[in-house]
């Protein structure tokens, strides 16, 4: 499995890897919403984002993360960040996360016109197994996965520690290759009804 570095893009996103050019819109996408990111296991709002933005530029040389800018085709405006992360060649699987968005764009096509790019990239490089992980407590969160089709496998007991310092239980979910038709044909689907 060798999960390329490209731009992914459909009639609602344009997924656009990170560098050094896209860094002032990615900024200012994620600078809001303090409430949300006070869940999340770390941070990229104001003070945090240099740091966090230099982790994930680090894993992508490393090759263990694909982060993107995400950009909303309809007005071209960046409205936040996801990624493949995680990736590990040798048991071909990876992860979706480090996901955030605006809150003018958690609705609608953007979330599920991102999961059919990235849960398509990764299973036409061969990926065996795609798992989406979110904090526990995360109702909304949980039931967006769900709608995406990836199956629950269980919660993971203070699996994370968030930059907070709150112990964090980890819900996992995931689509293996053989769920990947009916998920794909089901996100289409979705796609297709916003017109």
């Not at 085709?73 to 990624?83: H, I, K, M």
Request: glycine share 6%; hydrophobic share 45%.
């Amino acid at each position: 499995m060798r999960i390329a570095t490209v731009p992914l893009e459909d009639r609602f996103v344009r997924l656009e890897p990170f560098e050094d050019s896209l860094k002032d819109e990615v900024r200012e996408s994620l600078d809001c919403d303090p409430e949300a990111w006070a869940a999340m296991v770390g941070s990229a709002q104001g003070e945090h984002f240099d740091g966090w933005w230099e982790s994930a530029l680090t894993a992508m040389r490393v090759g263990t993360r694909i982060a993107y800018a995400v950009r909303r085709r309809s007005d071209e405006a960046v409205v936040g960040t996801t990624s493949l992360y995680e990736i590990n060649p040798a048991y071909r699987r990876c992860e979706i996360g480090s996901t955030f968005y605006r809150p003018e764009a958690r609705s609608a096509a953007i979330n599920p016109a991102c999961k059919r790019l990235l849960l398509g990239h990764a299973f036409d490089a061969g990926a065996v197994r795609v798992e989406i992980i979110t904090d526990a407590l995360n109702a909304r969160s949980q039931a967006a996965i769900l709608k995406l089709g990836a199956k629950a496998e269980g919660v993971l007991r203070k699996h994370k520690i968030t930059w907070t310092g709150r112990a964090r239980d980890t819900a996992v979910f995931a689509v293996i290759d053989d769920d990947w038709p009916e998920v794909r044909d089901g996100l289409d689907r979705r796609l297709a009804a916003f017109g």
